[in-house]
Nanobody, 122 residues
Framework: QVQLVESGGGLVQPGGSLRLSCVVS????????MSWYRQAPGKERELVAT??????????ADADSVKGRLSISRDNAKNTVYLQMSSLKPEDTAVYYC?????????????WGQGTQVTVSS
């Protein structure tokens, strides 16, 4: 049974940091491209960042808005993908989801976690 379980969300003040984790089970994690998406209230789900199966390449969907603040990484030995977030802004408030898909498949396909809420507020 494929499972993706996110954790690490919470309430943080502007300028603060969080590290989100997504632990995967039920398939060979190292074969999959992993992504983080987020969905803010009243908005569509959007891609945040992607990391290839071997971890050799990362891509950020909106480089200008996240540059230097968000960083995706993975530990294939732990079946875990991370999203390190710093200098958080209120506009980063959203439910964050991890996604797993095979390489060269359509972004947004594959399996999803249940999401973890991140709220940036003073």
């Amino acid at each position: 049974q494929v499972q993706l379980v996110e954790s690490g969300g919470g309430l943080v003040q502007p300028g603060g940091s969080l590290r989100l984790s997504c632990v995967v089970s039920g398939f060979t994690f190292s074969r999959y491209t992993m992504s983080w998406y987020r969905q803010a209230p009243g908005k569509e789900r959007e891609l945040v960042a992607t990391i290839t199966s071997a971890g050799g390449s990362t891509n950020y969907a909106d480089a200008d808005s996240v540059k230097g603040r968000l960083s995706i990484s993975r530990d294939n030995a732990k079946n875990t993908v991370y999203l390190q977030m710093s200098s958080l802004k209120p506009e980063d408030t959203a439910v964050y989801y991890c996604n797993a898909r095979l390489p060269f498949t359509k972004p947004g396909s594959g399996s999803w976690g249940q999401g973890t809420q991140v709220t940036v507020s003073s």
